[in-house]
């Protein structure tokens, strides 16, 4: 029992830099930061203009991300047509791809599709969807993202009701699969954090916060852990 409580809080946050707020003018510098200042994944942010209203990175920009990471990557899918996203990105070997359920019609097909490709499955909840949504899919994923912000743009203000939402969806984790990692991504600071280790976040995404931190990349990353 002793035991059990140090190692919970020993519990270190793991952290996803978002490369949305790199300069992607030297983006192979800006990703070989983060994973030197001791980040565990690259966040990948990929936008289609359809599902939010902005546009980003596709497979060319993302392997010379893969080039120059020495840390996993983490694809965040916000687009429509997910399957067709998934096959552009699954021969760059990513750790994680994860899907909004917003925009599927079939997930328990997709997150089959996405294990036989031997890429980690995760969904990604926007920040009005419960995480009851899911309940029945909990035992296929190895993660599940929740929005703390309206996806589609880096640097906006964090919803505080992720916190109720973090805490719901550990409760549902714990009776489907207890090894389901959670993932937060939106609005992380070095204030909202702890909020979010207490109700059992175990990664946070963090682009502005990271990249523009005053110290610099390394600082902002162990400031969050
Ligand atoms: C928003 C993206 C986020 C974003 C986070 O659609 O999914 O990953 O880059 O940026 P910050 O940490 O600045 O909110
Ligand atoms: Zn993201």
Known sequence: MGEAL??????IMMVAPSILSADFGHLARDVEAVCNG????????????????NLTIGPAVVESVAKAASKPLDIHLMV????????????LKPSFISFHIEEEKHP?????????LGIRPAITLNPHTPPEAIEFLLEDLDMVLLMSVNPGFGGQKFIPSVIERARR?????????????????????????????????DIVVAGSFVYKHPQGV????????
């Open 6 to 11: 140090l190692c919970k809080k020993e519990k």
């Open 38 to 53: 001791g980040c565990d994944l690259i966040h990948v942010d990929v936008m289609d203009g359809h599902f939010v209203p």
């Open 80 to 91: 429509e047509n997910n399957s067709f996203f998934v096959d552009l990105f699954a021969p």
């Open 108 to 116: 328990h097909r997709l997150i089959q599709k996405i294990r036989a």
């Open 169 to 201: 969806l550990k409760t549902l984790i714990q009776k489907r699969n207890p090894k389901c990692l959670i993932e937060v991504d939106g609005g992380v600071n070095d204030q909202n954090v702890k909020l979010l280790a207490d109700v059992g976040v």
């Open 218 to 225: 390394k600082e902002a990353i162990s400031s969050l852990k």
